[in-house]
């Protein structure tokens, strides 16, 4: 077996804790940190059935919130006189700001399930634009294992899914016969006695006529 | 063709074929935006396990385990042929399932293992702490050549950890050193 030679990093970072991303040859390896240990989880393209990303929407009310706190910052910033003040929240500025750049060019928030035959994962990904750039990335690699899934194939799937194939043994042209046969009910064996159902209205008194007749 | 459904994590509501493959954000039904890459796995058929095939002649190759069946492929680690039913495939390779039990367990081989401990983390860590900061530089220089993370072992973490470690030591030894001093002192 061909060792991974090369492990492409994708996205996250190893520090302490969290999750981290990288492309390896034939899996895509998310790396758990922990402490002092790392857990490895591989997805091998083969096993791959879908990537779902759904947007959170999270996103906006972070930048609301950062927008109005840089504002504040900013008019703090300007009303302060001590040099040394003034310095640490010139640094604050800089981080809401950088920070702020960060959530709006990941063009909001999501999250982001790989799903195989046999689990669903949650990833590490929590903005748009690198889900986006995940899916770039994989698509490639899955589908030069898998084959593409065109339309047609996507087409077909929904047609079945929404009506119920035609007989195989149906000669073309000739319409399926639509209203079953039902099967044959058995008669009752000779001298079966029967005995007619009664009308609704005078039943009673006809069931007590003929249990006493006189 | 069989297909698996895939489902809204939010609402657990089945998005269906006509939201694949888009390339955009669709609706789904409890109002969130959802994207639906789907592959060929999804809608082919789970392939069931194989049995292997029985032996045809005497000179053909056995199975380790099954001498009666067909080798197919050898194992990537131990070398032992293999029938259909012993290979496990993974990735482009074939391990039989003792190699690969063994190789997960003793994360013993990069390709396997699920598990490994982080050195120079814990180094940089034990050098940062002013009790064990001398274990750090001992843990940096131990495990120097130790097989650590499966992405490499950050080896500039053992020497900053070695650094922290020393100037930390020297430092606790200096105040030791001033407060016997200080009380032979008195």
Same mark, same amino acid.
């Given at each position: 077996?061909?060792?991974?030679?090369?492990?492409?990093?994708?996205?996250?970072r190893?520090?302490?804790?969290?999750?981290?991303?990288?492309?390896?040859?034939?899996?895509?390896?998310?790396?758990?940190?922990?402490m002092f240990?790392?857990?490895?989880?591989?997805?091998?393209?083969?096993?791959?059935?879908?990537?779902?990303?759904?947007?959170?929407?999270?996103?906006?009310?972070?930048?609301?919130?950062?927008?109005?706190?840089?504002?504040?910052?900013?008019?703090?910033?300007?009303?302060?006189d001590? /040099?040394? $003040?003034?310095?640490?929240m010139? +640094?604050?500025?800089?981080?809401?700001?950088?920070? @702020?750049? !960060? *959530?709006? #060019?990941?063009?909001?928030?999501?999250?982001?399930?790989?799903?195989t035959?046999?689990?669903?994962?949650?990833?590490?990904?929590?903005?748009?634009?690198?889900?986006?750039?995940l899916?770039? /990335?994989? $698509?490639?690699?899955?589908e030069? +294992?898998?084959g593409?899934?065109?339309?047609?194939? @996507?087409? !077909? *799937?929904? #047609?079945?899914?929404?009506?119920?194939?035609?007989?195989?043994?149906?000669?073309?042209?000739?319409?399926?016969?639509?209203?079953?046969?039902?099967?044959?009910?058995?008669?009752?064996?000779?001298?079966?006695?029967?005995?007619?159902?009664?009308?609704?209205?005078?039943?009673?008194?006809?069931?007590?006529?003929?249990?006493?007749?006189? | 063709?069989?297909?698996?459904?895939?489902?809204?994590?939010r609402?657990?509501?089945?998005?269906?074929?006509?939201?694949?493959?888009?390339g955009?954000?669709v609706?789904?039904?409890?109002?969130?935006?959802?994207?639906?890459?789907?592959?060929?796995?999804?809608?082919?058929?789970?392939?069931?396990?194989?049995?292997?095939?029985?032996?045809?002649?005497?000179?053909?190759?056995?199975?380790?385990?099954?001498?009666?069946?067909?080798?197919?492929?050898?194992c990537?680690v131990?070398?032992?042929?293999?029938?259909?039913?012993c290979?496990?495939?993974?990735?482009?390779?074939?391990?039989?399932?003792?190699?690969?039990?063994?190789?997960?367990?003793?994360?013993?081989?990069?390709?396997?293992?699920?598990?490994?401990q982080?050195?120079?983390?814990?180094?940089?860590?034990?050098?940062?702490?002013?009790?064990?900061?001398?274990?750090?530089?001992?843990?940096?220089?131990?495990?120097?050549?130790?097989?650590?993370?499966?992405?490499?072992?950050?080896?500039?973490?053992?020497?900053?950890?070695g650094?922290?470690?020393?100037?930390?030591?020297?430092?606790w030894?200096?105040?030791?050193?001033?407060?016997?001093?200080?009380?032979?002192?008195?």
């Amino acid at each position: 077996m061909e060792a991974n030679k090369t492990i492409k990093h994708f996205s996250g970072r190893r520090w302490l804790s969290g999750q981290s991303l990288h492309l390896a040859d034939d899996y895509l390896l998310a790396v758990n940190s922990g402490m002092f240990q790392e857990t490895y989880r591989r997805f091998y393209y083969r096993d791959i059935q879908a990537v779902i990303i759904r947007r959170t929407g999270d996103a906006t009310g972070m930048i609301v919130m950062m927008i109005i706190m840089l504002v504040a910052s900013l008019l703090v910033l300007f009303s302060v006189d001590n /040099e040394t $003040a003034s310095a640490v929240m010139v +640094v604050f500025v800089v981080g809401l700001f950088l920070n @702020l750049v !960060r *959530l709006v #060019a990941g063009l909001g928030s999501c999250v982001c399930y790989i799903q195989t035959p046999v689990s669903i994962q949650r990833l590490s990904i929590t903005n748009v634009r690198t889900a986006r750039r995940l899916l770039s /990335e994989l $698509a490639p690699r899955i589908e030069a +294992v898998q084959g593409p899934l065109s339309q047609e194939d @996507l087409r !077909r *799937l929904l #047609a079945e899914s929404l009506f119920q194939p035609a007989p195989a043994s149906a000669p073309a042209g000739e319409m399926p016969q639509a209203i079953p046969v039902p099967p044959a009910v058995n008669e009752p064996p000779a001298g079966t006695p029967t005995q007619p159902v009664p009308a609704q209205g005078d039943s009673l008194i006809d069931q007590v006529t003929m249990r006493h007749p006189n | 063709m069989s297909v698996t459904v895939i489902r809204c994590d939010r609402c657990g509501g089945l998005l269906g074929i006509g939201q694949w493959n888009t390339g955009r954000f669709v609706s789904c039904a409890c109002g969130s935006k959802v994207r639906v890459e789907a592959y060929p796995t999804l809608v082919s058929p789970l392939q069931g396990g194989k049995s292997g095939q029985d032996l045809l002649a005497e000179d053909q190759a056995s199975c380790y385990y099954h001498p009666q069946k067909q080798a197919t492929a050898p194992c990537d680690v131990c070398g032992r042929f293999l029938c259909d039913l012993c290979d496990v495939a993974l990735g482009k390779g074939h391990v039989c399932a003792q190699c690969l039990w063994t190789s997960m367990s003793q994360s013993s081989d990069e390709r396997f293992c699920v598990r490994r401990q982080t050195f120079d983390s814990a180094a940089l860590a034990m050098a940062i702490i002013p009790i064990t900061a001398p274990l750090g530089l001992y843990y940096a220089i131990r495990h120097w050549n130790s097989a650590g993370s499966v992405l490499g072992t950050r080896k500039w973490l053992f020497v900053v950890a070695g650094i922290v470690s020393v100037l930390g030591t020297l430092g606790w030894g200096y105040l030791l050193l001033k407060v016997i001093l200080e009380v032979a002192g008195r």
